[in-house]
């Protein structure tokens, strides 16, 4: 229920407004409404007989949680599935970082009083209570990487009052920042992603070492060693340094204007390069090629996209949604080349000029960006004793510990055990993901056992719409399909065994949210419910 009730004047004090949102009987137990208090939207919850009320807006990107599910004392956002206590407004699932105001309820004369505080109305966010380091203790946890996971950790270790030190050590020149945009608003400045600015790195005492890179890591001596030649030891070690961008094996790649997107430099960089260009995209992967073309349409001159599958997104989202989103961007004057392979890139004057594929094809070219995957950041755990898979990615269990003591690996660089998907060791590079894994690296490096129990949630933006995707859909053996592809409004449910798996939605919000509340409680959907024409259960608006 997602109804904003007519509200009444508030009465207003010196540190607070009240106002009278609604009748004790307009809200019935499990369900929820957006009400306003001097203009300010607040979420209205009642479960097991108890109102609560917190803000509406989703501290990760602003969605009005109305919109979204209620599960017990639990909303979840219907665009990409933070989760918050309505009891207490605490974060209780990622994306999102930080927590949301909550507000007095009281029941007078069969009428529901909601109460602000003045001083919190323009509040949107609440950071959690976090301690900082303690005189004296020297226990360090070094973190290597910079990015979602490391990032949830130290903050953790703060929200837990951990007191010793905590060093965050990344290559990157920049602090962390939320590299999912970087794909979506290409020209997009530094400063306008951080994360958390130095301000409230140093206010709870992370010390944030910036382009400094890992060469070795000692678990005999507990020691990394530095490109710089610098060693820092540690009591306890997060290896989160993620992925990197996969080069294309062809000669010629290092000529000007051939491109990947890593860093908000990166981003700026293609940006520039394409404006009025003939370019050309590797792979139709999410971020680094589907995103970019999609950004690009009206700064391009051409837009060339080339895929060794038949379809976009074939093995996650399946043939149906791949052909979908191929017309989409074909419709605007992208041209897709499937089942082919680049050959060779010839460049003129030290810049890229064509590109050759496997079936003969020549496509001309100003600007090559290559997005074909990617390749773990570990060399440094060469000769250590940290096992690493034939793939070079590190194996964890569920409480994100290596083979070493105090040693954890957290974020795109794990495999892990999944819960949902009977504890099967998989590779998800999904931010939510990782930040979820660095919340559980540094509980357990408190010696609070916690196991790693999330749904995956992911999305994509193509042309202003977003594709959302919840759950793990590998090895699905159908989907059933609600709403049309011609509407640009649909909902495919991935079945294997009879059961849901994994869910990818446009514009059926939150449909994707109700499948993994319904996944993360453990909650099976069955095929026949799935195949339903009762769509209840997703809770739409």
């Known amino acids: 229920m997602s109804v904003t009730k007519p509200h009444s004047d508030p009465e207003e004090t010196s540190e607070e407004l009240t106002a009278a949102v609604c009748l004790e009987s307009d809200l019935q137990d499990g369900q929820m409404m957006e009400v306003e208090v001097g ?10 007989g108890k109102y609560s ?3 509406n807006q989703c501290t990760h990107y602003g969605a009005p949680l109305s919109k979204g599910v209620l599960s017990g004392h639990k909303v979840r956002c219907p665009w990409h599935g933070s989760c918050f206590n309505v009891q207490t407004g605490d974060l209780e699932e990622f994306p999102g970082m930080d927590c949301l105001p909550c507000h007095k309820v009281k029941i007078q004369n069969s ?19 976090m301690g900082t380091a303690v005189p004296g203790v020297t226990h360090t946890i070094l973190l290597l990487g910079g990015g979602p996971a490391s990032l949830i950790c130290a903050e953790t270790l703060r929200h837990e009052n951990f007191g010793g030190r905590i060093i965050m050590v990344t290559r990157d020149n920049l602090l962390p920042h939320d590299k999912t945009r970087l794909s979506k608003v290409m020209n997009v400045e530094s400063d306008s992603i951080l994360l958390r600015r130095m301000e409230f790195f140093q206010q709870y005492d992370i010390k944030v070492w910036l382009r400094k890179k890992a060469l070795s890591v000692d678990t005999d001596k507990k020691t990394v060693t530095f490109d710089d030649a610098s060693v820092q030891s540690y009591d306890q070690l997060l290896i989160s340094t993620g992925c990197r961008a996969k080069c294309l094996d062809v000669s010629d790649i290092n000529l000007d204007n051939v491109k990947m997107l890593e860093t908000p430099e990166d981003a700026r960089q293609i940006h520039a390069a394409c404006l009025g260009s003939n370019v050309v995209l590797v792979g139709t992967s999410f971020v680094g090629s589907m995103e970019v073309a999609s950004y690009l349409i009206d700064k391009a001159s051409s837009i060339t996209v080339i895929g060794s599958s038949e379809l976009p997104y074939q093995n996650t989202l399946g043939p149906e949604i791949g052909k979908f989103t191929m017309m989409m961007l074909s419709e605007k004057n992208v041209k897709f080349y499937m089942n082919d392979i680049v050959t060779e890139v010839k460049g003129v004057n030290g810049k890229v ?10 496509i001309p070219a100003d600007v090559l960006i290559v997005g074909i995957g990617v390749v773990p950041n570990s060399e440094m755990l060469r000769g250590s004793n940290i096992q690493m898979d034939a793939k070079n990615f590190v194996p964890v269990d569920k409480y994100m510990h290596t083979n070493i003591p105090d040693v954890f690996c957290a974020g795109d660089l794990t495999t892990f055990p999944l819960a949902m998907a009977k504890n099967r060791m998989v590779n998800i590079g999904h931010w939510q993901i990782a930040q979820a894994q660095g919340r559980i690296a540094a509980l357990n490096m ?11 949630f992911y999305w994509t933006v193509l042309l202003g719409v977003t594709i959302r995707y919840a759950g793990y859909g590998e090895g699905y053996t159908e989907i059933v399909m609600k709403g049309t592809f011609e509407d640009k409004k649909f909902v495919a449910l991935y079945i294997k065994n009879d059961e849901v798996i994994a869910v990818a939605s446009l514009n059926y919000d939150p449909a994707a949210s109700a499948v993994a509340e319904r996944l993360a409680s453990g909650r099976v959907i069955t095929k026949k419910e799935a195949e339903s024409d009762d769509l209840s259960w997703l809770q739409l608006s």
């Open 111 to 129: 009428k529901v009083y909601v109460s602000v505080i003045k001083k919190t109305l323009l509040q949107e966010k609440r950071l959690k209570s």
């Open 446 to 456: 408190m010696n609070k056992p916690t196991e790693l129990n999330t749904v995956p």
């Open 353 to 362: 000029n064509e590109i050759v594929l496997k079936s003969g094809r020549i």
């Open 39 to 48: 203009h300010h939207s607040v979420l209205l919850t009642r479960s097991d």
């Open 53 to 55: 009320a917190i803000g």
